[in-house]
């Protein structure tokens, strides 16, 4: 599987999980690029969508990602490196 | 056979059952009756002996299962349809002795010893397994698990007080598309008999509308019943909408707004919507201008009383969503050879079937789905029946079926399956927004557009079926 597949997948899923601060963010680009990445905190998401990002995950790779599993995880490049890992 | 014998006495000359080549009036049933019962004896049936019936052609099974009941032996349809597998399971379950078939067709009604073939199966016991009930039964088959079907009893007499749910509702020649080896139109057709109507069978292509209306029209057809595969397809062939004093009666499974209002603009305006099940009969039925975005199944029917029960069986207020449960004359009062579920189903004086549902402050009974399908994700309660309703109001969707991703982190994730119409262009992101807006927190997290619905031979959607084609679609492309 591609980095940029998975990459786009992350901006989707975010999209899904009602995060409107992906869609204009100023790493958006950079990071589907494979040249910057985008801390969670910036993008400042709640518990409910923490829930959806894993629920969308789950439902569209199988992977199995927790809320817990996923509040240790930094980054949107730290998240790709994750499912990377899985897949 | 006292009813139909009394309408014997009453009425001689009106049809009891009717097909393309044949009328038998009710006057001439009981002797054509008594005549098989000798046939079935001079075979080798007697009382008490469980006999399989493996006969596809409709006139000659119902004649073979009155005769069978008048020889008080127990009987089972085995659907010529299925699976040598299936088929030797059921009969081990019910000790079946003796399958009859046709050996040549159906070639007159006046049939011969020579028309059937009775095979012995080895090992059966000729003796009666239910020693306590002396009337002759007659098993039908029901959804069950993977140890196989739930296998319901019932007698003539249980069949005879749901035929009087029907009391005011004044049908006089009954026709039912689907095949005699479903048990439940082989039921509408035997309490047909039992309520003095005429029972006409359908042999031509169930596909074509035109021919059905064709055969409707000249057999003065007031009733006819049909399944949700039917209504599906023969509603999309407009131009022979039926007069309005003959009804279509659909039900046993969800039918959407959309579905109704596409049968009373092609098919006929005097639409019957019910809901009942193998083990209670028919529990409530609408009237044709009941019909709306509620999705109604009408109010219950004579003889049945409705509850809506919380988890402790208490009943509460209308409007809420609970568990529907049901008591009244003519329900059966468990399944052969379990006990297990009998007691789970069947519960001081009521029937529980596993469905939920609410009742309208005006009494009439909405149905929210399965009991069982209903899905907990992370402790919010979703119905399939609420997704697949906001779904099949959408102009694009022809039909839509909620499932559960099962997860370990979250319960049930729900995710829906769509059919479209022919030629919509519209996308899964694009149905995935419409949802979000129309049910928040309860919105599919997955939607899969599909050519077909699978379905079974009634019409029901297999969800299983479905879910396995979720699981093959799981991948970053």
Known sequence: MKQNNIRQFILDALEQASVPSIRDHEGRAAFLDGKGDVNFDALELDSL?????CIYIEVNTGIELTPDQLDKIKSLEGLARALAAYT | MGKINGFAQLYPAREALVDERYSISFGELPPLI???EQYLCELGISPNCTVGLSISEQLPHVLVCLALLKLRA???TLDTRESPQYITTICDRLDVSRIIRLADGFNSVAAGLRDFDVTIREGATVEPFLQHDRDPLIFAMTSGTTQGPRIVPYTEHILARQAMRYDGFNFDRVLALP???HDTPKRLRLMSLFRGET???????TSTWRDIAQFVAEKNVDFLRITILNAITLSKQPGHRLAPTTSIDIGSTHISIGLRKLIQKNLSETLYVHYGSTESGRIAMTTPDEHDERECVGQPLKGV????VDGHGVPIPAGQIGEIRVRGEGMVSGYHDDLEESARRFRDGWYYPGDLGSITVDGKLIVSG???DMMILNGFNIYPAEIERAFERHPEVVAAAAFPIRSRSHGEIPAVAVELKQGSKITEQALMRYSRERLGIRCPRKVIIVDRM??????KVSTKKIAAMAKGNLAIP
């Not at chain 2, 029972?199 to 031509?204: E, I, T, W």
């Not at chain 2, 699978?454 to 019409?459: E, H, M, T």
């Open chain 1, 49 to 53: 969508a923490r829930m959806e990002l």
């Open chain 2, 34 to 36: 008594h005549k098989y």
């Open chain 2, 74 to 76: 127990h009987q089972v």
């Open chain 2, 179 to 181: 095949s005699i080896q």
């Open chain 2, 199 to 205: 029972s006409l069978f359908y042999r031509g292509n």
């Open chain 2, 305 to 308: 009383t409705v509850e809506i």
């Open chain 2, 370 to 372: 399965r009991k069982d």
């Open chain 2, 454 to 459: 699978p379905r079974n031979a009634l019409g």
